[in-house]
């Protein structure tokens, strides 16, 4: 961590956005540190003393992302572009607080471009979800528990074996990782909406989790660990086990897509928005509605079933003459 007395108007920009970025994720959620980092990455390229950074330095940053992330090999979504540009305000903001020296804030000119198209939440495919299902690695049970039953990450990398009732097909969610300070991570005794919820362990996970606590019970209370099989992740822990089991399988995915997915096969399944929302521990109701209305955007379809029923009610006294007529016709 940088000592801000270090820092001034002739400090490296990649310096004092690492100075922000540590005060940012003190305390935070796994997730959001791992998104303040994504940040970071992108814009440590601007290696020029903060006062002499231009807007078009930023800008270049930008113009290229649109074009190609190199994490991806795609076209960086609006939502990134946005998220960039404003994280390069915030830091020259907490220069200008910091330092009397900076007194503009250049990131304020930097435009996104109005061709960058906005990212849809993106469930994994049938053929990607069954590649994690038959493709051994360290981080698959990790996977599978994160596609099959919801957990945000954070939620993850706390679960203790003790969380997780064998006799009644349940895992308890009532604790959640944060960042303490660097690559340090601390548990939590609740998760993000300061709430607990059980969820049901489908049969396809079951087994696989049953094996893996007959293998650790005796060597770690963790469910999700560093390589050496016992310790609870660090942020740059997981960061490698992620890494490299999506090379083992062959695609790129985020944590949330596993949750997403998750959110998906439970709309597919039939699933009521209630019961969704509390197995996926969202706040309010209306978080879960946006998905499943996303869904059925995504599959063109316009549930009717409650109008089919209003109708058929109302107008059942027609439907029985039309069909008394139709037997007569026949009969006769």
Not at 136 to 142: Q, T
Not at 213 to 224: A, L, P
Not at 299 to 324: A, G, R
Request: net charge neutral; glycine share 4%.
């Amino acid at each position: 961590m940088f000592d801000l007395c270090d820092l001034n108007e002739k400090s490296l920009f990649s310096d004092w956005l690492r100075a922000w970025a540590d005060t940012k994720i003190l305390g935070m959620k796994f997730s959001y540190v791992t998104s303040i980092e994504s940040f970071v990455s992108h814009l440590s390229c601007i290696d020029k003393e903060i006062s002499s950074v231009r807007p078009m330095d930023i800008q270049s940053v930008i113009q290229k992302l649109s074009v190609k992330n190199p994490n991806t090999g795609k076209p960086a979504s609006k939502k990134l572009l946005k998220n960039l540009r404003q994280t390069a305000i915030s830091v020259f903001e907490f220069a200008i607080n910091n330092c009397y020296e900076i007194n503009k804030n250049p990131a304020e000119l930097v435009k996104i471009p109005t061709y960058a198209s906005y990212e849809k939440r993106q469930a994994l495919s049938k053929e990607q979800q069954s590649r994690i299902l038959d493709t051994p690695h360290r981080a698959s049970l990790s996977a599978l528990i994160m596609m099959l039953c919801g957990l945000r990450v954070g939620e993850l990398m706390a679960l203790t074996w003790d969380s997780i009732d064998f006799e009644h097909h349940v895992i308890i969610v009532n604790k959640s990782a944060f960042n303490v300070s660097g690559n340090q991570m601390r548990i939590q005794n609740f998760t993000k909406n300061k709430d607990w919820r059980k969820v049901t362990i489908p049969d396809l996970l079951y087994q696989k989790l049953m094996r893996e606590y007959e293998n650790k019970k005796y060597i770690t209370k963790y469910v999700s660990t560093k390589s050496d099989g016992v310790d609870m992740h660090t942020r740059s822990s997981w960061n490698r086990m992620w890494e490299s089991y999506q090379q083992t399988l062959g695609f790129n995915f985020t944590p949330h897509q596993l949750r997403h997915t998750y959110a998906s096969m439970l709309y597919a399944s039939g699933m009521d928005i209630k019961s969704s929302s509390e197995l996926l521990g969202h706040k309010d109701t209306q978080i879960t509605m946006n998905i499943y209305t996303h869904l059925m955007k995504e599959e063109n379809i316009i549930p009717i079933d409650k109008y089919d029923e209003f109708l058929n009610e109302v107008f059942s006294d027609k439907n029985t003459k039309e069909k008394e007529d139709s037997v007569d016709e026949i009969a006769g």
